[in-house]
DNA sequence: TTACGTCGCGCAAACGTTTCCAGGACCGTG
DNA sequence: CACGGTCCTGGAAACGTTTGCGCGACGTAA
């Protein structure tokens, strides 16, 4: 019942090596055999072996995608972009959710090293692992996407400009008139909170004085940080704009600052990053930045696979952010009616 | 460099039975020999090669998620829960986005016939494509996850019980004092849309006159599908409560009535379903149902993963859903201020 | 007719592991 | 001492495919 090469073979009267060959449309077939073992296959349903396929060329058609909270929606989006390319490349994405823990990142090398997977995508961040994994061994085959390459590991990575998305918010902010502004982030050695904050800080350098930063807080990646340390800041020190370096934080000010009176896109300017679905939707749409993460997730793959494939050299690319204006920030209003 | 199970046999002075043997821990070894095959395994940092194992074993450890679209955040709840119970039991996941097309969905079957996974989990609506898939030869290794079985095909599911959520939402509705309800939903022929319906029905006929369904509105999931024909519902026929298949609709809905001055929680109850994360945060916080989608993803992997290794029989699995209820529908405030 | 090139095809090894079967060492009992 | 049994180990086949090599047949040109 299950269709082998060899059944093929047997009922075509020829070898298993002739019938591997003309399925694969490799010469040194001729055309009637050819065209007889096709028919066979056909009628048999014949589907071929990935995993003997796989034993001799070495590799199975899978890139891993690790990640640590599939449930945000950061993710997704890049999942999205990766099996797009993934699909038009012939490959299959694996997911990994590491859910935060590192011990899970290690085993989702693992799946490199038991040859399980033919390369890697790491899209969490490396900042701190409790041990340094062997990046000589595994560089041509992992790739970092939507994420700095870990210090001195020399992996490829597709990541978005952070540091162009922190100056953006800097601008607009200057442009539109505000003049105190808090900054608001994750842990201080995330990749994401360093680079955010020198845009911003890049920006006030260049605002001639028409900008200043007040305040740098950096804590959780979460709303209910957010809304405490945002609630702190609003209290503590005189602000009238807040860049939160990610949309939940900015959800979080956005409650603090309405408790406290203050309205945004009033007399008060928030920001936000990423610009996931909630941005848009809350009481006030949120001025917040776009990554392009369906691209970082093409892009990364593609590139994985002509590593693995053609052994191309892998040049870095990174991405540029894109500002999007919404009422939070949005002073014009407010001018129009002074 | 390549650390083998014959690198090994050499140089304990063994064969690659023995190292087999002694690597996964069967009797028929001797301590001595055990001990010393262990060592070496570890000094040459021995993993062994899935492929090959799979090869004999005639299985990979990987299950296979299908899902119309990532990015919306039903399928990433899914799929954590997947990936939770898959690494529990020693799997790993494959994902698969099928961007609403059916031709995907076959492309994922292949995965199974060419063996290159164990089982698969379909989280795709099956209610038309264009051709049946061969049942009989996909059963033991396909189970449907958050989505009805395909009529006939006797394929195994763990689904939300939607004519429960239905019923729910249609007796809080005329708890909180609610009369004229209209339904908002998908494709008529979606299960969802008709079993969500269905549950609604049965509570307007147990309320004995207190509740009156006066409109069903069959469309698109979408939120400008939602707006659209709320606000033509809203124009039409006299309700005072919506009930919204989906919270993308809902929202929809929210918009509209707020364009047409009804206030949600007020004059007007509105409900959705899904519990997605934007229902919380809209301006008017949303009535809706949630659903256990991770214990979905989770209890359809273990299912699964029974049928696979001890062919375990499958009985279906129907888990309650969850009424939430929030300010868009809560008429308690409204009631103590007249 | 002979020699040579080309084409079509089969044989067998290889990928790395598991597992069945059998052989040998050793021990205890009769 | 002989015999049976248990324990440890090795040989070899098997999983399904790809691929290098060689062999025969056929055709063409000298």
């Known amino acids: 019942m299950a269709a082998n090469i060899k059944t093929i073979a047997a009922a075509a009267g020829v070898s298993c090596a002739t019938v591997s060959r003309a399925l694969n449309g490799q ?95 790491l899209s969490v961040p490396m900042e701190r692992l409790e041990r340094t994994p062997d990046w000589e061994r595994l560089r041509p085959s992992v790739v970092m996407a939507g994420q700095p390459s870990p210090h001195g590991s020399g992996l490829g990575a597709v990541e978005v400009d952070d540091e162009l998305g922190g100056r953006l918010v800097g601008e607009h902010l200057a442009a539109c008139g505000w003049r105190r502004v808090g900054f608001l982030a994750g842990p201080r050695e995330d990749a994401a909170t360093r680079r955010r904050l020198a845009g ?106 002509a590593r693995i494939e053609n052994d191309a050299p892998l040049e870095d690319l990174r991405l540029p952010p894109n500002l999007v204006v919404r009422a939070s920030s949005d002073c014009l209003t407010a001018r129009k009616a002074i």
């Open 27 to 121: 010469p040194g077939v001729g055309p009637r055999t050819r065209r007889r073992i096709e028919r066979i296959a056909r009628e048999q349903g014949y589907v071929p072996d990935a995993q003997a396929q796989a034993l001799v060329s070495g590799r199975l058609p899978f890139v891993g995608l690790v990640v640590p909270d599939i449930t945000n929606p950061y993710f997704p989006a890049i999942a999205r972009g990766a099996e797009e390319a993934a699909f038009e490349l012939g490959y299959s994405l694996l997911l990994v959710d590491t859910a935060w823990r590192s011990d899970r990142v290690f085993r989702a090398l693992d799946l490199l090293t038991s040859r399980r997977v033919a390369g890697l995508l």
């Open 200 to 305: 911003l800080q890049a920006a006030v350098d260049a605002s001639g004085g028409a900008l200043d930063l007040v305040a740098v807080r950096c804590g959780e990646w979460t709303e209910g940080w957010g809304a405490e340390e945002a609630g702190r800041l609003l209290d503590q020190v005189p602000v009238d704009a807040l860049f939160a370096a990610n949309d939940l934080l900015a959800l979080g000010a956005l409650r603090a600052a309405e408790a406290r009176g203050r309205t945004a896109g009033g007399d008060l300017a928030i920001v936000g990053y990423d610009d996931i679905d909630a941005a848009a939707r809350c009481r006030v749409p949120l001025t917040t930045v776009a990554q392009p993460t369906r691209e970082v997730g093409r892009e990364a793959v593609r590139r994985l696979v």
